[in-house]
């Protein structure tokens, strides 16, 4: 019997409070949850245990002044990270840590060859955090994280980010702008926030042509994210060759979402999905985790959610 598909979601998740009316909110991680239940996708699910990043996991990515701030805004009780639009409550750094620990959890367990691929379902987010600053719901960047310990860990040169959020993933473009050994490459609406993402962005240094964006005008859909990706993304990732497939996958880009004007559709995303896991069974080995990020019309986040899983099980 063929590997299963991971799932990381845990109760744990839903102690990071964003307060009343926040559109990052814990309900987040149930309508995921539910859609998976609903689409009959949680008998083919292996669940894997988050466990809490250490500094050292955190600090391959963060500066000791960004850990040392959100400790501090923390102790200080304030409701937002002082370095940007961030909501935290008393138990959001053990979370993020959890979330970014969980994503982890999900990178071991496929290397391991326990599950085929794997899909981090946590909270909060992390591809707006940069080196020293969380921002746009993001304390820590979670992807990052997963892309550094892969390297450091498992020896990987070559991993690649592929973030189809709508929204530009700023923070993991920063922290690989000048490194050829991640190859970060973006679909995302222009002019949207955070306002970065330019198809000129294309890296510095010896980084230079290892980030490609592709901005979109609000009302695209999965024709033009998946004519992106097959026409202007896939020739650098075919010949990048990434060893491990990591997804920023953010689902706000569906039609309906109250922070995106995207149109796509589950089956844009289910067709996304199975675009990556190509590449994955090309040059990794089938190795893919996709992480949460973005996605807040409820219902749209089940249905897409439970698409891209679909999708990673063969369906």
């Known amino acids: 019997m063929a590997p299963e598909t991971g799932l990381v979601c845990d109760p744990a998740f839903r102690r990071h409070d964003t307060g009343a ?8 991680m149930d309508a995921v949850l539910q859609g998976l239940h ?8 292996r669940l894997i245990a988050p466990r809490p990043a250490s500094d050292e996991e955190l600090l391959r990515v963060h500066t000791p002044a960004y850990l040392a701030q959100v400790q501090a805004d923390l102790a200080a009780g304030r409701h937002e990270l002082s370095t940007g639009d961030t909501a935290i409550g008393p138990e959001s750094e053990r979370i993020a840590r959890l979330a970014a620990g969980g994503t982890l959890a999900a990178v071991e367990a496929v290397m ?13 987010p992390g591809h707006h955090a940069n080196a020293e600053r969380g921002m746009g719901f993001c ?7 997963a892309a550094r310990h892969l390297q450091a860990v498992h020896g990987l040169q070559r991993v690649l980010i592929a973030d189809w959020d709508v929204h530009h993933g700023n923070g993991s473009e920063a922290i690989f702008l000048a490194d050829p050994s991640v190859l970060f490459c973006s679909t995302h609406q222009a002019p949207h926030y955070p306002g970065t993402g330019s198809a000129a962005e294309r890296g510095i240094g010896a980084g230079e042509g290892f980030t490609s964006n ?13 004519a ?8 650098a990732i075919e010949s990048f060759a990434p060893q491990f497939v990591l997804i920023s996958a953010g689902f706000d880009g569906r039609r309906g979402d109250p922070l995106g004007n995207f149109q796509l559709d589950d089956g844009d995303f ?5 675009l990556l896991l190509g590449v994955a069974e090309r040059h990794a080995t089938g190795r893919l985790v996709s992480v949460l990020e973005g996605g807040y019309d409820l219902p749209g986040l089940a249905a897409a959610a439970a698409a891209h899983v679909g999708a990673l099980q063969g369906a």
Not at 112 to 124: I, T
Not at 270 to 274: C, D, K, P
């Open 228 to 235: 992106a990706w097959q026409e202007q993304l896939l020739p």
């Open 139 to 145: 304390l820590y960047n979670n992807v990052a994280v």
């Open 21 to 28: 009316f926040h559109p990052e909110r814990p309900a987040r």
């Open 38 to 45: 609903l689409a009959g996708l949680l008998s083919g699910i």
């Open 214 to 226: 592709v901005p979109l005008p609000a009302g695209s859909g999965g024709a033009e994210v998946l």
């Open 270 to 274: 289910a067709a996304l999905t199975r």
């Open 112 to 124: 391991a060859g326990q599950v085929a691929n794997a899909f981090a379902v946590v909270r909060p």
